[in-house]
C-alpha cells in the first residue's frame, strides 16, 4: 500500500524514505506514512516464546504478535534468499499493519542478520529484539518434558544457540537485548515482554509553540540532556549555551517548539530565517531558496531513543513548508554520532563546517 505511488503506480521497491516521507524515484512524488518500530521476540526454540506470545495475546495487548513460523507454510524456505524473501515479507507486512498505530511483535528464532539488511527496514522506525534465554538444565527440560521432544541433535543445538544470546549482544547488525525466564511463569515471562515492549514504544506527542511559561520546564529539560549527553562524551552544550535568554529570545520571537507527552515537555527546538555568519562557510546547494533555520533542537533524557528528535524534525519540516520555505539549514556538532544520524536519515547533506567555542560543527541542508 504505502510503497506504491498513487502519481505513477510505480510498485517497484525502489522508493526512497526520507524521515517520515516516501519518494518515488520514477516521478519525484512524495507521501507521508506512519513510521513504527519492528519488535521481535527471539531466542532458541524450545525456550518459551509461543508459550509467552499466547499469554501476551490473552491480554489484549496494544500491539499484534504474529509469528514469523507462519511464512514456512507459505513460502519456499531451503536457500538464503528464501529466508531473505521471508523476512522481506514479515516487514512489509509489519509496515502496513503500522499504518493502523500498531506496532507488530514477532516471535522468530532465526535470520535476524537479515532484519536491517531488507528493502523494507527503510519503513521501520527502528529494530529491537529481545531474546529469551534460560539455564541450561531448565532449557534442556523444557524441550524434554514441555514439547516431548527426543531428537538429541535438536536440543544441542537449542542449548548452544541459548548459549550464544547468553554471552553475545548482537547477531551482525542486529543487537539484542535478553530475558532471563529460568523460573518464570508463562505469566511473568509475558510481563517482562510487556514491559520491554512499552518501554520501546514511541510515545504520542502533540506539538505546540512554546510560551514564556514553559521556560523552566525547558531549562530541566536541557539539564537533563546535557548530562546525558557529557555521559556519553559529548561536550557540545554547557552552562553558557543554551541560556534561559536564548530560549526566551525564541520564545518572543515565535520561534520555539515544543513536543508534549502527557503533561511533560519531552522535546524543544526553534527555527527561524536566522543564522549566524559562519554559516557563510557552507556550499548551499540552494542559495536562492527560501530557507529555515534549525536551532537547539533538544530531547529530554527520559525521552532518548524513542524517535522524538526525529518527529520533531518532522513537525519543524511541515510547519516550514506551509510557511512558504523549501529549504532547512542547520548545523551539527562534529562528535555528536547521534545527532548527525538522525539528519543524515532525514535526508540532510553536509555543505561545510563552521568553528565556534566548542569546536567543529557540520552545517547541513534539505530540501523540501
Ligand atoms: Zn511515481
Redesign the pocket.
Known sequence: MIGI??????HAWDKTVEGDTVI??????RWGFRKLPLLILTGCSGVGKTTTAAEMIRRNVDFAVLDADMFYNIMPHETEKDYYRQVEQMESLSRNMAQTGKPVLWTMAGNLDKLHKAYNSRFLSAIHCLALVCGEEELRRRMREGRGITDETWIQSSVEYNEYFQSHSRIEETSFETCDISGKTPAEAADAVIAWVAAKREPDIVFRKGTREDTAAIMALVKTAVAHMEAQGIFQWDDLYPTAEDFEADIDEGALYVGVTGNQIAVAATWNRSCDDEYGNGAWRFPQKPFAVVHRLCVHAAFQNKGIARKMMAYIEAVAKTQGMEAVRLDVYRENPHARRLYEKRGYVQTGEAHWRKGTFLLMEKYL
Open positions: 505511488c498513487t502519481k505513477c503506480g510505480n518515488c524515484p520514477r516521478c519525484g512524488n
